[in-house]
């Protein structure tokens, strides 16, 4: 199958890559500023607002924990994605077409280098 660089083709990758960065930002900024405008009412009503109240109304801080179980659930998937497309590349390939298999097997194997370097910053990220 042969794909153009029309707008089925190549362009609508990363047009759909576009919308997905879009949408994160401006949830971001939306969530900012419904924050803000909360902080804002309760002033606006007298109410007094200690460090704690406002330390729960501002942007959660991660933990090094929380980084540690974000890596490694990104290496397992990371991982498994790869075996996934190998194995399609694999099934591919009992067609006839030997081709499949070579591509989909670098591609397995990029990701399972990926998933290899989550798994290292998993482990150079102290336990504290």
Not at 82 to 92: D, E, K, N, R, S
Request: charge should be positive; proline fraction near 2%; aromatic fraction near 10%.
């Amino acid at each position: 199958m042969f794909w153009d660089h029309g707008i089925y083709g190549v362009d609508f990758f990363w047009l759909f890559i576009l919308v997905i960065v879009l949408g994160g930002i401006v949830s971001r900024i939306i969530r900012s500023n419904q924050r803000e405008k909360t902080i804002r009412a309760a002033i606006e009503k007298g109410v007094t607002l200690d460090p704690a109240t406002l330390g729960s109304l501002s942007t959660r801080t991660s933990s090094p924990q929380d980084a540690r179980a974000g890596l490694m659930t990104g290496a397992i998937v990371t991982f498994f994605v790869g075996c996934g497309l190998t194995v399609m590349g694999y099934v591919l390939s009992m067609g006839g077409e030997s081709s499949a298999f070579r591509g989909l097997a670098a591609v397995g194997g990029l990701l399972w280098c990926i998933s290899a370097g989550l798994f290292v910053a998993r482990l150079a990220i102290g336990r504290g």
